[in-house]
């Protein structure tokens, strides 16, 4: 499958809002359940959303809830992550991908876990204090 295409991230001040997105010019974004992670440099990737493949339930790590909102548009393709609210340990490099769960795995966003072994760019979301 191509690889997943993220965009939108920037340099916002603490407490701003941000909109970032995630497209795949071959991989149905609405076939599968769909998550976001991020990672700051020395540290593994983390799962931050997660939006179930019908939409209707969603999964968000402990520190984002409340404060970040994952959605899709399947006309269009695309996977979204509306941040508000953002904090500069928000700051780090974000990418989307399809999941899938493992039942032999606990993380943030429970048993939900990357499908494939294959990462986009990401996009940099930088908030400054």
């Known amino acids: 499958q191509a690889q997943m295409l993220e965009s939108g991230g920037g340099l916002v001040e603490a407490g701003g809002s941000l909109r970032i997105s995630c497209t795949n010019s071959?991989?149905?974004?609405?076939?599968?359940?769909m998550a976001w992670f991020r990672q700051v440099p020395g540290k593994e990737r983390a799962g931050v959303a997660c939006?179930?493949?019908?939409?209707?339930?969603?999964y968000y790590a402990d520190d984002v809830k409340g404060r970040f909102t994952i959605s899709r548009d399947g006309a269009n393709n695309t996977l979204y992550l509306e941040m508000n609210d953002l904090k500069p340990e928000d700051t780090a490099l974000y990418f989307c991908?399809?999941?899938?769960?493992?039942?032999?795995?606990?993380?943030?966003?429970?048993?939900?876990?990357?499908?494939?072994?294959?990462w986009g760019q990401g996009t940099q979301v930088t908030v400054s204090s």
């Open positions: 991908a399809p999941v899938g769960q493992d039942p032999n795995f606990n993380g943030p966003l429970g048993s939900w876990v990357p499908l494939f072994n294959s």
């Open positions: 071959r991989l149905p974004l609405d076939e599968y359940a």
């Open positions: 939006l179930s493949r019908s939409g209707r339930n969603t």
